[in-house]
């Protein structure tokens, strides 16, 4: 059993019960450091727990907009990227919370209510924690995950962020909020087979 670290916001009680749901499907662990029972020198306890994790989940919300928990974010996000950890952003469905991630490996938009057990497309993501990637480019996903979830890697238009991610593929052209810059990002839907 894998453990998946979620950063978040503890005063988000609708994104934990989600995904504590979409967990429970799975094999896996997810661990809330606020409701974790966190101890000093919480720096170390971060790198410790991060280090654990095959990957981190961000969960984003209303509440993240604080400064005092964008600076956390920041930090869990950095210590997960020098760990070489996949970094997940999940952002509820038509909402958009000015929180920008320093380094993402995907990017995707959550339905805010979860109906059935291992229905859910993103269950999936959990099977992939702690895969390899290559922070110089797009990331690399084990084998057969693409089955599974259709994914397109794409990278932010703007000049001064060029972040590259993977999207789920909704097979058609959709505008998100680039996870890293956080400004409008076209992405072109173009053939089943594209790279």
Known sequence: MAQVFISHSKDDNISQNFFDKLFRSVNHKAFWYSWEGPTPPHAETLIKAINNSA??????????????????????VGIASALNKNVWVFEPENEFYNVPVPYVTGYFQFPKLLEKLKTYPFYNLVETAGTEINLLGKPQIRPGFIEFINLYNTRCSHKDCKASYYVEDKQKSITIKCPVCRRDHLIKYQSPNRE
């Open 55 to 76: 990957s981190l989940f961000v969960v984003l919300s209303k509440s993240m907009e604080k400064p005092h928990t964008r600076s956390w974010i920041g930090y869990e």
